[in-house]
């Protein structure tokens, strides 16, 4: 799995103070670190929207279709994949679940049927079927790349809802990775405050903070 932060809006924090205090005309209040103060606030609060107007952009490589299927239902986000129409899929690489993986006689299982798949999907396409059409037989378990782009609102949804305890492990995984970085450039707004008040798990929440979040910061 490859997650890396790709882009996202000049001092992300500060953008949000300023335009949450053209609510009240305070922009006279604002200082250097004040948003450390009014941004905690607005989360306790449920002032989302605010939180709307910073956003973060994500280069993810070599996830399972099965974890991409989950991440684009995050409508309110905006997704950009690899075409399997375009991009031929001869070798394909692919994720394989621990359970899977720690099992030598399901491994061998696993990685037989993958193979057979990979050698059929290149008959195919040497028989001239088209890319669109010889996909069809590729298991979920295809490595895919995605880009996606999200407001800090909706990345704490994301988040919320999939670093969970009932989340399929990929995915989980994935937004451990994604929340990390996101607080390396936002640290007040995905910080605990949001879940501490939001989230119905937050025990467990503050456990994965604590582990893997903090992590070299």
């Known amino acids: 799995m490859v997650v890396k932060l790709i882009s996202h809006n000049p001092d992300p924090e500060k953008n949000i103070e300023f335009c949450a205090r053209t609510c009240y005309e305070s922009f006279e209040r604002m200082?250097?670190?004040t948003y450390k103060k009014m941004l905690p606030v607005l989360l306790k609060n449920g002032h989302m929207s605010l939180f709307e107007h910073s956003s973060?952009?994500?280069f993810i490589d070599e996830i399972s279709r099965v974890c991409s299927h989950q991440l684009v239902r995050h409508r309110l986000a905006t997704f950009s994949q690899k075409s399997q129409r375009y991009v031929k899929e001869s070798g394909f690489g692919y994720v394989v679940p621990e359970d899977i993986k720690n099992n030598p006689e399901a491994l061998e299982v696993?990685?037989?049927a993958i193979k057979e798949i990979q050698e059929t999907y290149e008959i195919l396409i040497n028989l001239g079927i088209k890319k669109e059409d010889a996909?069809?037989?590729i298991p979920n378990a295809v490595h895919t790349t995605i880009t996606l782009t999200a407001n800090f609102r909706e990345w704490l949804h994301i988040?919320?809802?999939r670093v969970n305890i009932s989340a399929q492990w990929e995915i989980r995984e994935l937004l451990i990775t994604v929340w990390r970085e996101l607080y390396k450039i936002a640290p007040v707004v995905f910080s605990l405050t949001y879940f501490e008040h939001w989230s119905k798990d937050f025990e467990y929440?503050?456990?994965?903070?604590?582990k893997n979040i903090l992590v070299n910061q």
């Open 135 to 137: 996909r069809f037989i």
């Open 205 to 210: 929440k503050q456990k994965i903070f604590n």
């Open 110 to 112: 696993y990685e037989d």
């Open 159 to 161: 988040i919320d809802l």
């Open 56 to 58: 973060a952009s994500f």
């Open 31 to 33: 200082e250097n670190d």
